[in-house]
């Protein structure tokens, strides 16, 4: 498998200039979130250059600090949990097994064994319920400012989170985006914003990758250059590296394996 450093991931202001995001149409509503904004804000490069989005296996990133989808029991289990358990080798089970859990909302930290990435941050999202989407978000939204929190406390300044709760929890992706969104742009935007180069939103699944490509753009609205953008010549060397786009879902090993 390709590792990946933070710095060949392309931003999203070099996803704009590929004409691989776009702005959002100026009349467009915002979904209602808990910390906001309510309105596409301005643009700002900075920003921009620090988020990227990207379809991997997070187990092939060489960044900081990954963040699993865990469960309360931090044990491992299916999915994404799964797979960083299986790269991550029995000294993440062992070392899991002296945190004592960790409650919905919340998330620890690990080392990362045989991962090409330094730090494990284990996030417990919520069981999705529809019929108490306030809690529901503000649980997910926990995980994402908590798991940022562990971040800058432990010197992690690159981070890529998977899409918590959009797998086995039910969380629709659709709704999960705009919360996850919200979260991270108001940490990058508060006291310790600074503390962090670069966060990344690993997608897996097609749904996840059409849900921020339409939600990326409402928080992290393009600069005017980068939207109108020629390919320059960096962008261009960039372009021609980056893999042919997947058109089909990624299987997981431990589904591939029951069929
Ligand atoms: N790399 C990146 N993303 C992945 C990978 C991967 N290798 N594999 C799956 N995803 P899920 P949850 C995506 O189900 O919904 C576990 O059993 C996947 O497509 O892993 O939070 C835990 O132990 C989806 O978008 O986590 C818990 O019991 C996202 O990761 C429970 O599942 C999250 O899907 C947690 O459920």
Known sequence: MTVLKAADIPSVSLLYKLHKLSA??????????????????????SLNDGVAVYRADITSLAVDAVVNAANRSLLGGGGVDGAIHRAAGRGLYEE????????????????????????VIHAVGPVYDPLKHDLSETLLVG??????????????????????????????SREAAP?????????????????????????????????Y???????????????????????DAV???LPSVPTSDPVDPEEADKR
């Open 24 to 45: 959002a149409p100026a009349d467009t509503k915002l979904v209602p979130t808990l910390l906001g904004p309510t309105e596409i804000p301005p643009p700002s490069k």
């Open 96 to 119: 899991c097994k002296t945190l004592d859990g960790c409650k919905t909302g919340s998330a620890k930290i690990t080392n990362a064994y045989n991962l090409p990435c330094k730090r």
């Open 213 to 235: 490509t339409e939600f990326v753009p409402h928080y992290f609205p393009p600069v005017p250059e980068d939207s109108t953008a020629k390919l320059d010549a960096e962008a």
């Open 143 to 172: 995980c994402y400012t908590r798991s940022l929190e562990l971040a800058v406390e432990h010197q992690c300044r690159t981070i890529a989170f998977s899409a918590l709760s959009t797998g086995i929890y039910g969380y629709p």
């Open 239 to 241: 372009a021609q590296e």
């Open 179 to 211: 919360a996850a969104l919200s979260a991270i742009r108001h940490f990058l935007t508060g006291k310790d914003g600074d503390k962090i180069d670069k966060v990344i939103l690993v997608t897996f699944e097609m749904k996840d990758v059409e849900a």
